[in-house]
Every structure is written in structure tokens, then in C-alpha cells.
């Protein structure tokens, strides 16, 4: 794809900056570790209001006077609640980042009665695109909001998603230069390679013509020059090795990718220990 289209289709992805937020913030406890968690909401682009979580490690974070932070995606059935994004937002803030996750369109708190779940595989094809490129710039969003508090370090801004959340990041990243480092979990491109287990081939032919312009194929390029970490499964039935590689391969330098024994769903803790390692070894220079 030349520069020209390149251009033409990130203009998909930007909004108006000025824009009101609009956010609303009340207290939501402290969760088993005793780090701080804020329920937020702020507005987006379409009239979409974004549920959030705002979680603020427990101790003092010197010599800095402000957290850094990661905001965290999750995957295609998950949502900011879910026990996987629990786990990542309270490792993150033992290691002493504040988090922000955010419900993805048509999930937690964003989901709609009609249209079923939101998910690639289902026939609503250009709803779903839709919903990535939506959620896409709701992050940018939520980067807004963050640049609003004290207690945020908006210089050292980071990025995890898994699964779909991997894949809806890349947009968001590639088009938000605010984000400093990125980490892409159990993920993939080329959704050419995408199989809906139907024998219609015209159905799977529509669902590749809707997903062609959100594949983050076209856009994991743009990361570079921030250093980029996937996290990979070695088994995994979900994402085939292939659109693994060729996510990876389309990346620009800094790139590094690790593989790990497992499935899509039986991820070792490993994995947060190393995205952590790599938040450290990039903001802490």
C-alpha cells in the first residue's frame, strides 16, 4: 500500500481533538492489594460515553512524582472487569504503574441487547469493524483523560493488550504517538487468513472485504521508533502461528517477540513478569 492510501485511512482513525471530555470519577475501593481503583467515564467520539478503571499502586513511587501508566485492552470476550484483566492491572501496580482499562464497544458495561456479541466470527461484519475502530479511538481518548491528572506521568505512557485487544492496539498505537511502548499479547494480522467455519465462501470473502481496512498488518509499521514486545502462544488455537508471524514481520524495528508453552486461554505468569520487565527497562531510562 503506498504513503497516499496509508494517509487516506489513518484519517479513519483521527477526531477532534478538542473535544470535551466530560469525565466523571467516584471512588471504586481498593482492590486485594490495597492499590486505589477509580470507576471513570469520559466522553468519545460518536456520543459514546467510555466506562473505565483507574487503579493507583498503593505506595509511594520514588524518585518520581507521578505513576507511570499502562492502559490494558482486553480480549474479543472480555471486558475491563474480566479476571484476566484483574491479574494485569494488579501486577502492574505492585510493580508501581497506575492502569486504565477501559470497556471495549458492545462490552462490561457497553453492551447492547441487539446484534449479539461483538466478535469477528459473528455475520455483522461491518459492525464489528466498526466497533475496533471505535474502541481504537476511544483509547486515544482515555491518553486525554490521563494527560488531565497530577498523577500521571504522561511521558511514560504504555500499552498491553491480549488476544483482540492486541489487534484493536495497534490502531490505537500506531496512530497515538503519546504512547511510549507497546505490548501485543496472543495476537495476529492478515485476516486473510481468517476462517469463519462456514463452506460460504461469500460469506468469508464480505468478512475479509469488511476487515481489510482495520487488519493491523497495515498499521504495526507505524509503532517504530518505539520499541514494540509481542507475547506469544506456542499452541494457540485461536491465533494461527502464521498471523503471528506476519503481524511480527510487518512491524518495524525495535521489535522483539517471546514464545511461551502454552494455549490461547493458559497463559503462564511469565508473560506478566516480562511485559513488566520491559515497561521497567523502557521507562525507566
Known sequence: MDDRMQEMMSE???YDEDLPLEAVETEHGADSRGHRQYHVTFTSTHDQRVPALLTLPSQANAPFPA?????????????????????????LARAGYATLRIDGQ??????????????????????????????????????????????????????????????IGTLFCAHDTRVRAVVLGITGGDFRRLRIGTADERSEARM??????VDPVLYVHRIS?????????????????????????AASEPKRIVWYDCGHTDLPDEMLVEMTRFFDGEFTR
Open 106 to 167: 458492545y462490552r462490561g458495561e457497553r453492551e447492547v441487547s441487539f446484534g449479539g456479541e461483538f466478535g469477528l466470527q459473528n455475520h455483522y461484519y461491518y459492525r464489528n469493524r466498526d466497533a475496533m475502530m471505535q474502541t481504537a479511538v476511544d483509547l486515544m481518548r482515555a491518553v486525554d483523560f490521563l494527560t488531565t491528572r497530577d498523577d500521571i506521568d504522561a511521558s511514560r505512557i504504555g500499552f498491553a493488550g491480549f488476544s483482540m485487544g492486541g489487534a
Open 208 to 213: 475479509r472485504q469488511a476487515y481489510q481496512i
Open 225 to 249: 521508533p518505539r520499541p514494540l514486545l509481542m507475547l506469544n502462544a506456542a499452541h494457540d488455537e485461536v491465533v494461527p502461528k502464521a498471523a503471528t508471524g506476519a503481524l511480527f514481520n
Open 12 to 14: 479513519f482513525f483521527r
Open 67 to 91: 505513576f507511570p501508566v499502562v492502559l490494558i485492552l482486553h480480549g474479543v470476550l472480555g471486558h475491563k472487569d474480566s479476571y484476566n484483566q484483574q491479574k494485569r492491572s494488579a501486577h
